[in-house]
């Protein structure tokens, strides 16, 4: 994953959601994202969740070896699964204990940037631990840039004048589901990367035409919950 420049993938996804949520006021968090039963204040929190976790987890270097990559570290995080449920529950609940919506923004403003210098400043060559398992330092930022960039998706369902995710954070997402598909599938030649990712996710329904040109690798399909 170093050809993508984990730190730098990084800081483009969490730059690219903060371009979605930096100028919008209450009424504008509280729409509706991909993530069902999620407003977009909800789902901000949940990624705010995930920079407070690499501030953590970048401080805290372990030994090698990794036992995943960034591609197999997914494989433990099946969709629909009750922990996500109760995750997702304890996600709204305290998204509504902020005086406002847009105190989930000031938090994220003021955490992704520090996740990010802690990126750029950690050691490429160093391992850390994260949810049970050790990974590479590149490879456990390519998660959160993965995480990121899906997320940024999900919170422009009824955004639609807000700016996509940028290239390279996008091409560290686009790998991952590479990697989760099936070595012998090849995705549709008429997806672009954003509808690769959105129906990779799921959130995005294949049609009948998707199934025909994918065929068996179809029901590998949503490679990520």
């Given at each position: ?44 929190l ?13 401080a ?22 009750d ?6 529950w ?15 923004v ?15 400043s950690?050691n490429?060559?160093g ?16 998660t ?7 997320h940024h998706?999900?919170?422009t ?10 290239p ?18 090849v ?5 672009d ?26 029901g590998?399909?949503p490679?990520?919950?």
């Amino acid at each position: 994953m170093t050809a993508f420049r984990p730190a730098e993938a990084l800081a483009q996804a969490y730059d690219g959601i903060t371009a979605v949520v930096g100028d919008l006021d209450d009424a504008g968090l509280q729409r509706a994202t991909r993530c069902p039963g999620w407003l977009v204040a909800d789902l901000l929190l949940h990624v705010l969740g995930d920079a407070q976790r690499a501030l953590v987890t970048l401080a805290s270097p372990v030994d090698g070896p990794a036992d995943v990559d960034d591609v197999s570290y997914w494989r433990d995080f099946p969709a629909g699964d009750d922990e996500s449920a109760r995750h997702a529950w304890w996600v709204r609940r305290s998204a509504a204990a902020f005086d406002s919506p847009t105190a989930i923004v000031t938090l994220w403003r003021d955490t992704a940037p520090a996740a990010v210098r802690a990126a750029w400043s950690a050691n490429p060559e160093g391992y850390v631990t994260t949810q049970g398992h050790v990974l590479r330092v590149p490879d456990f930022l390519a998660t959160l840039t993965t995480e990121a960039v899906v997320h940024h998706l999900d919170l422009t369902l009824e955004l639609p004048d807000a700016p996509p995710p940028g290239p390279l954070a996008v091409r560290v997402a686009v790998a991952t589901m590479d990697g989760l598909l099936s070595d012998d599938a090849v995705r549709p030649a008429a997806w672009d990367d954003n509808e690769f990712l959105l129906k990779a996710t799921g959130r995005v329904p294949l049609t009948d035409r998707d199934r025909l040109e994918l065929g068996e690798s179809a029901g590998w399909f949503p490679l990520l919950g």
